[in-house]
């Protein structure tokens, strides 16, 4: 008997925990056992696996990626009216977190082949008031970070890198390679379910090499507390829950080999559509690995959105990320952008489609979802 093909999903994240159930079950029972769901054993134990992962000197946990990023900029202790460049062209997350804390988002436009922040638009955008700049690793490979770091040295510009997207992606800098997240000054990410690092819920982290700075971080975390009931800074209550840090110490393990799961699904479709001019499939930066978060197509000469109509009646998701520029979202209208302003991200917005990328995808449904793409285009 032929067997039904599995459901396609955009993620599947319930067939993988499937594989890894023994394991998860009995650490989240330790948690519930042992009650201590804040600041329990686990999340210091995580935090130490994460350091030696990344070979980075510092990690803090934090509630979610979006923190992460808020934190990470109060840390720079910057004043209202600030600068802070950032990609035009990302999750609304980078751009929420300086507008919410009265600094000024400078949006830049990206590269039309990689996605990430165009380096000659950051030095456009560069004045006095700069104070620092956002570079944001999308879809799983990182943006040009020596170029970036050489620019921030030159104008005394911070860097906060948002690894997000791109936990366990490696950059080739000076000879070695470095973790997205640990090249700037401060590294954020997220650990959302669908991340490359998920865990059941929410959960984030930020990593950095300076001291100073991570004991900043530490302190903004957690009220603005160092010594107990003492206030030093304005904060925040952003922590890790002990049950997701049980989860994501599980799951660290399987980090690499679920990166490489996803790295032979774009293998595939790479080769499913190299020769079809219509298509153009993801560009690699020849310094960063790129770990997929997304595999994120450009359509040429064919509607973006009848694709995405036609891969759903044959039960294919496929999403648009991002189908509007950030620069164009109602609520960011007082920046005084107007549209004509980012050519590339404005086409972007309109041409690309990302298909199912995770971690479960076998070749049935990668022969599936390409032999769709191809029939329609
Ligand atoms: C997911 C994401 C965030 C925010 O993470 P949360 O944990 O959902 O707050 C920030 N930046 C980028 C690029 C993201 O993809």
């Given amino acids: 008997m032929h067997l039904p093909m599995n459901e396609i999903r955009m993620v599947d994240l319930n067939s993988q925990y499937l594989k890894i159930k023994t394991k998860i079950d009995l650490a989240?029972?330790?948690?519930?056992?042992?009650?201590?769901?804040?600041?329990?054993?686990?999340?210091?134990?995580?935090?130490?696996?994460?350091?030696?992962?990344?070979?980075?000197?510092?990690?803090?946990?934090?509630?979610?990626?979006?923190?992460?990023?808020?934190?990470?900029?109060?840390?720079?202790?910057?004043?209202?009216?600030?600068?802070?460049?950032?990609?035009?062209?990302?999750?609304?997350?980078?751009?929420?977190?300086?507008?919410?804390?009265?600094?000024?988002?400078?949006?830049?436009?990206?590269?039309?082949?990689?996605?990430?922040?165009?380096?000659?638009?950051?030095?456009?955008?560069?004045?006095?008031?700069?104070?620092?700049?956002?570079?944001?690793?999308?879809?799983?490979?990182?943006?040009?970070?020596?170029?970036?770091?050489?620019?921030?040295?030159?104008?005394?510009?911070?860097?906060?890198?948002?690894?997000?997207?791109?936990?366990?992606?490696?950059?080739?800098?000076?000879?070695?390679?470095?973790?997205?997240?640990?090249?700037?000054?401060?590294?954020?990410?997220?650990?959302?379910?669908?991340?490359?690092?998920?865990?059941?819920?929410?959960?984030?982290?930020?990593?950095?090499?300076?001291?100073?700075?991570?004991?900043?971080?530490?302190?903004?975390?957690?009220?603005?507390?160092?010594?107990?009931?003492?206030h030093d800074n304005v904060g925040v209550n952003s922590r890790l829950d002990t049950i997701q840090a049980a989860v994501l110490g599980v799951k660290l393990k399987y980090l690499d080999d679920y990166n490489l799961a996803r790295q032979k699904a774009a293998e595939f479709y790479d080769n499913a559509f190299s020769g079809c001019h219509k298509i153009i499939t993801p560009a690699r930066n020849p310094k960063s690995t790129h770990i997929f978060h997304q595999y994120t197509l450009i359509i040429n000469g064919k509607d973006r959105d009848e694709l995405k109509n036609q891969l759903q009646t044959k039960g294919i998701p496929a999403m648009v990320y991002y189908p509007v520029a950030l620069h164009a979202q109602k609520a960011y209208q007082y920046l005084g952008y107007r549209d004509g302003n980012f050519p590339v991200t404005e086409q972007l917005c309109k041409s690309v489609i990302s298909l199912p990328m995770h971690t479960e995808l076998d070749v049935e449904q990668l022969n599936y979802i390409t032999k769709a793409v191809l029939e329609f285009i």
């Fill in 28 to 230: 989240i029972t330790d948690v519930i056992e042992k009650s201590e769901f804040i600041n329990g054993s686990q999340v210091k134990v995580f935090q130490k696996q994460l350091e030696d992962y990344l070979n980075v000197k510092h990690v803090i946990p934090c509630g979610n990626g979006t923190d992460a990023l808020q934190i990470a900029l109060m840390a720079l202790g910057l004043k209202a009216g600030d600068e802070v460049i950032t990609s035009n062209f990302t999750f609304i997350a980078t751009l929420e977190v300086i507008a919410l804390l009265g600094l000024k988002p400078i949006l830049v436009d990206v590269d039309s082949d990689t996605f990430n922040i165009s380096v000659e638009g950051i030095k456009k955008a560069i004045t006095p008031k700069t104070k620092a700049i956002i570079p944001v690793h999308l879809f799983g490979q990182c943006a040009n970070m020596d170029e970036i770091l050489t620019i921030a040295a030159d104008a005394n510009l911070a860097v906060i890198e948002d690894a997000a997207q791109a936990f366990g992606a490696k950059y080739q800098l000076n000879n070695s390679f470095a973790h997205a997240g640990t090249m700037g000054d401060i590294g954020c990410t997220s650990f959302f379910p669908s991340k490359n690092l998920g865990c059941y819920g929410d959960g984030g982290a930020m990593f950095t090499n300076n001291d100073e700075l991570a004991q900043k971080i530490r302190s903004i975390s957690n009220h603005g507390m160092k010594v107990r009931y003492c």
